[in-house]
C-alpha cells in the first residue's frame, strides 16, 4: 500500500532524479525518457529505468547513480531499482529528439555550424601532432568547453591510447550504438572517435593498436563522413581534428567536408622543417580554411643549470609563422612553443595527458598557453546562418 504522502515523494525523487546524467550521451536521464515509472511504497520508493540499448555499457553506472538520487530522498537502503530497455519506438523518439530535428546522416559542422572547428596538422610525421591534439582538447575541455575529438589519422591513429582509452592489451573502447547513432566514449571531459575503436585485435587478447588499416582515397573520405554524420558529439563549443600528417587525401576531404575549420599547423624548431610544414598550411587555404596560428613542439629542454638544449635546433615555428602570414590580412602568430618534456612523453605513453597529470611542467604550461589562445578567438560568423528574420 502506498505511503500516504506518495505524491510528494514520487515528485521529490523525480527531481532528483534530473541529477542523474547518462555517460553516454551527457544529459539527464529525465530528458532523455529513461525514467519509466516512479512509485511509492512503504518501504520506500522504485524507480524504473529505461537503457538506451541491452547490454549497455553503463547500466552499472546508472543504476548506482539513480539508486544514491532516490536514496537521497527516502533514505540509505529504502530505493529499488528496476532496470528494463527501450522499445524500437522508444529508440527512434529518442535519437529524433537527440538530433533536434536535424535529418538523420547529416553533417552538423558543415556551413552555417556554430561548433568552432580546428583541424590541427603538420607537414611530415612525428613531430607530436597528435600528442598536443590531445591535450590541447582536455586543456579546452577543463576550461568548461564542450569539447569533441575526431581522430581522422586513419593509418596512424594514436588518441585512444593518447587519452587512456583502451585496456590492458592496448584494445580500443568501443562506442556505444543506439540504432544508427554512434556515441563516442568520453576521456577526461572529451568525446572521442577513433577508427582505432572499430578495428579487431588481430588475435584473441592481442593489441588492437597493432592492426595497420590499409585504405585508398574514397574510403578515407567516406571513413572521415561518417565520423562527423553518424556520431553524435552532442551540441559542441569546439571540435577538434587530429589530421595525418601531410597534404594528403584527408586534409582534401576536409576541407570539403568542413570548409569553416580553423587551422593550427604544428612544426618542429628545426629551420629544414618550416618548408614542409607551410605546406600543410597552404593545402588547407587552398580548401577555404583559415590557417589561425602554428605551435612549435619539441622546443628547447630546460638543462638543470638554467640553460636551453636546443636539441633540434631554434627558429622553425618563427619561420613557419611568418611564411604564412606574407600575403594574407590576419597575421598568423606562433600560438607556443612547446619544450621537450619527459612529462609529456610519459603522459602520452600512460594514457594521462600532462595538463591534467602534471599541468606544472614547462610543456603543460605552453600547451595551456596555446589553449587559451584557440578559447579566446572571437568567432567569425562569415558564411554562418543566423537565423534571424527581420520583421
Known amino acids: 500500500m502506498p505511503r500516504p504522502d506518495a505524491g510528494g515523494i514520487e515528485r521529490a525523487v523525480r527531481a532528483a532524479l534530473e541529477g542523474v546524467i547518462d555517460p553516454e550521451i551527457r544529459r539527464p536521464i529525465t530528458e532523455l525518457d529513461m525514467v519509466e515509472r516512479v512509485t511509492a511504497t512503504d518501504a520506500g520508493v522504485e524507480v524504473g529505468v529505461r537503457l538506451t540499448i541491452v547490454g549497455c555499457p553503463a547500466s552499472d553506472r546508472i543504476e548506482r547513480d539513480v539508486r544514491a538520487a532516490a536514496e537521497q530522498v527516502v533514505g540509505a537502503g529504502n530505493a529499488v531499482v528496476e532496470l528494463g530497455v527501450m522499445t524500437p519506438e522508444q529508440r527512434a523518439a529518442l535519437t529524433e529528439r537527440l538530433r533536434g530535428g536535424r535529418a538523420a546522416r547529416g553533417n ?63 584494445t580500443a573502447a568501443r562506442p556505444t550504438r543506439v540504432d544508427d547513432m554512434i556515441l563516442p566514449p568520453v576521456a577526461y ?44 558529439f552532442g551540441d559542441l563549443d569546439v571540435l577538434l581534428v587530429d589530421l595525418p600528417p601531410g ?11 568542413l570548409p569553416n575549420a580553423d587551422v593550427v599547423v604544428v612544426t618542429t624548431p628545426q629551420p629544414a622543417a618550416a618548408d614542409v610544414a607551410e605546406r600543410s598550411g597552404l593545402v588547407a587555404r587552398q580548401t577555404g580554411q583559415r590557417v589561425v596560428g602554428v605551435i612549435e613542439n619539441m622546443a628547447g629542454f630546460a638543462q638543470p643549470d638554467g640553460s636551453l638544449l636546443d636539441l633540434f635546433g631554434t627558429g622553425g615555428g618563427a619561420e613557419v609563422a611568418r611564411r604564412l602570414s606574407e600575403g ?17 612523453r ?46
Do not use: C
Request: charged share 20%; aromatic share 4%; proline share 7%.
Open 108 to 170: 552538423p559542422f558543415g556551413p552555417g555550424t556554430l561548433t568552432r572547428v580546428i583541424a590541427v596538422t603538420s607537414g611530415k610525421g612525428g613531430v607530436g601532432k597528435s600528442t598536443l591534439t590531445a591535450n590541447l582538447a582536455v586543456a579546452l575541455a577543463a576550461r568548461g568547453l564542450s569539447v569533441g575529438l575526431v581522430d581522422a589519422d586513419v593509418h596512424g591513429f594514436s588518441i585512444p591510447g593518447l587519452l587512456g582509452l583502451v585496456d590492458e592489451h592496448g
Open 247 to 257: 597534404t594528403g587525401d584527408v586534409a582534401i576531404s576536409l576541407g570539403q567536408l
Open 346 to 391: 610519459r603522459g602520452g605513453d600512460e594514457g594521462r595527458p600532462v595538463v591534467v597529470a602534471e599541468p606544472d611542467d614547462p610543456a603543460a604550461r605552453a600547451i595551456e598557453q596555446a589553449a587559451a589562445f584557440l578559447a579566446g578567438r572571437p568567432r567569425s560568423l562569415a558564411g554562418r546562418r543566423l537565423d534571424v528574420s527581420v520583421r
Open 328 to 344: 594574407v590580412d590576419e597575421p598568423v602568430p606562433l600560438v607556443a612553443a612547446v619544450p621537450l618534456s619527459v612529462a609529456l
Open 189 to 232: 571531459g572529451v568525446k572521442v572517435i577513433s577508427i582505432g575503436m572499430f578495428v579487431e585485435p588481430t588475435e584473441p587478447g592481442g593489441r588492437g593498436s597493432s592492426v595497420a588499416v590499409a585504405w585508398r582515397g574514397p574510403m578515407l573520405h567516406r571513413t572521415l563522413q561518417q565520423f562527423l554524420t553518424d556520431v553524435y
